[in-house]
């Protein structure tokens, strides 16, 4: 399987580690043979149609942008060139796209996406923001190309709450779902009431951290936990939504005093993504301390309420980098399980 | 599909519900169309080569053995017949064995699964004790007849914890696994510190309530969670054991004085089922309150322990029949979906 790689950051390097290190083990497994001909930054590519070494790789890594881009390679390197050309240009079976997030217009993702469709490559992405504002025509879109498009990465980090859902709950019928799918804001509303701090000092502290970003509205305004609700209600309850059609409230506004209110009764406030009734939202909810889904820290968990098995809980970690990749790693194996069925 | 049920209790009624309720609407989603064509009791049983209709079924549950057996049905009714001799002479795809658990012989189970095999059916099973006391030699028997053998119901009830394993964790790799799998001991465990009341009482109460047998030793001494943990050690791990090869202690001995220390520490104890550097063992042990594992009340939960993902927990109900019955129907979707592909 020949793959082109676009977006170096965090997740980008994780997934190539993953690669190069799982590689003899995936042989030995699944007769799986992954390889990358392509890597595509913003500064340009490097190419290599037989496939980047694992030593090569690991070369890559220590490169560090703008001074230093992967497309100064001397052996592989094209300065300049587009994620388009190379999309358009290199022969591949599938486009990793591990760009940064973007819910204004999904750019240069959806872009990125797109043209795998068109030029027949079958796509893995981390990347929310073409999700949230497009799946349905995305979804259409890779199935008029008769390819596929998967995004494990995107819903819960390394804990695989979409195959779960579709995999494991097939016999049943999933009523409704609710989440906690936002490790940042978990943290907070954590915090908050164990170290007697207001939002703001939570926040600042999740901050210093580093796990909450400097510019947290993404976070916590609740668009993070929305695009997450966007995908489990296209993916999970055939619903064709994107993001405008949330009801989103963020964390805020909430106060010390409601968490201790909330504790009174052993409670607590939770920013929960929900699906229930048709109708997707997020906002902070009052849940029991001793309901499964009540976890705490930057854990994540989903709850989905099934017809005949009741509540089924996952939880699990959620975003950090090698758990993305080793998401994207779940989705590249699906895909080349998918497509030994199709040939024989 | 054609079915043969052998067990005609809680389970195999469950069964014969969810079969009939959700056959049209299975039909719409995955193009699989179940039907029972014959059930084995002990006293007997009913056969229509044609698949018995939603009525009969529905009829059929109104019978009471002794008395008034299903065999002694006007229209289908075998009276006397084993079995055995359905299991050979009536055709079908798939038997689904759902006779009372015995882990001394594992029979009369064993022979059926085995006869099914023999005849080239395929099974599906809910039964513990073949699996606990035969696994390996089951699973290449299976192999052997090129049939498939499922079993989603032994681990979990409703909660798809094999699945989970097999279909979920793909990408990643298994490295230990930690559960609370049985409900009557968990019951037990929730029970004692918030009632204050003796292992004794808590059991009592237990019998009472329904959640414990008359015969309590299979759960409170760690066999049934011992089954478990054989199950998913074979399925998951890939590990050849059987139930002689756990170390099992149950939880007759756990004081209340010692749920109190565990308590101050914020810690609670459980019956823990676990498969830890290639070791098997059932024990009681002492958990965090805020672990994720730590489910109350009759909840099961598992720790997947992955090298990639970290830490993945799945919680949901332990068995209930019909929670049971709606993972005999995951398992017959899963060999229908195999057969397709085998076809194709």
Redesign the interface.
């Known amino acids: 399987m020949r793959i082109i790689l676009v977006g170096y950051g965090v997740v980008g390097k994780g997934v190539t580690t ?1 690669i190069a290190r799982r590689y003899l ?1 995936k042989v030995k497994d ?1 007769g799986f043979s992954p390889k990358i001909v392509a890597i595509a930054d913003i500064d340009g590519a490097v190419i290599n149609p037989r496939g980047l070494s694992p030593e090569k790789l690991e070369e890559l890594k220590q490169r560090r942008a703008p001074t230093n881009p992967i497309s100064a390679d001397p052996d592989f390197g094209h300065p300049g060139m587009s994620a388009l050309d190379v999309i358009e240009s290199v022969e591949a079976e599938v486009v990793v796209e591990v760009t940064p997030v973007n819910i204004k217009n999904a750019e240069p993702a959806l872009s990125h996406i797109t043209k795998a469709f068109k030029t027949g490559k079958h796509v893995v992405t981390t990347n929310k923001g073409p999700l949230a504002l497009a799946m349905p025509a995305l979804t259409e879109l890779a199935e008029y190309n008769n390819v596929y498009l998967r995004f494990s990465g995107t819903v819960g ?4 709450m979409l ?2 859902a579709k ?7 999933i009523l409704g779902i609710r989440g906690i799918l936002n490790g940042t804001t978990n943290y907070i509303l954590t915090e908050m009431p164990q170290n007697r701090v207001t939002f703001q000092e939570a926040l600042t502290n999740a901050q210093k951290l580093g796990y909450a970003e400097r510019e947290p509205s993404m976070d916590i305004d609740g668009f993070d936990t929305a695009c997450k609700v966007v995908i489990l209600a296209n993916w999970v309850m055939n619903q064709k939504i994107t993001l405008r059609d949330v009801d989103r409230t963020g964390i805020r506004d909430v106060s010390l005093q409601e968490l201790d209110e909330a504790a009174k009764k052993g409670n607590t406030i939770k920013l929960i993504g929900s699906i229930e009734n048709g109708k997707a939202t997020v906002k902070p909810m009052e849940i029991p301390k ?1 309901n ?1 889904l009540c ?2 820290g930057v ?1 994540n ?1 989903i709850t989905f309420f ?1 017809e ?10 959620g975003a950090g980098s ?2 993305t ?3 994207v ?6 895909i080349r399980h998918k497509l030994a ?1 199709r040939l ?1």
Chains 1, 2 share one sequence.
Not at 157 to 160: A, I, L, N, V
Not at 167 to 173: N, P, Q, S, V, W
């Open positions: 993953i083990e699944y980090g390394g804990t695989p195959e779960f995999r494991c709950l097939a016999g049943d019928k001793n499964p976890v705490s854990l968990a099934t005949y098995a009741g509540e089924e809980t996952l939880i699990g970690r090698m758990e990749a080793s998401a790693l779940r989705d590249l194996l699906d069925n024989t």
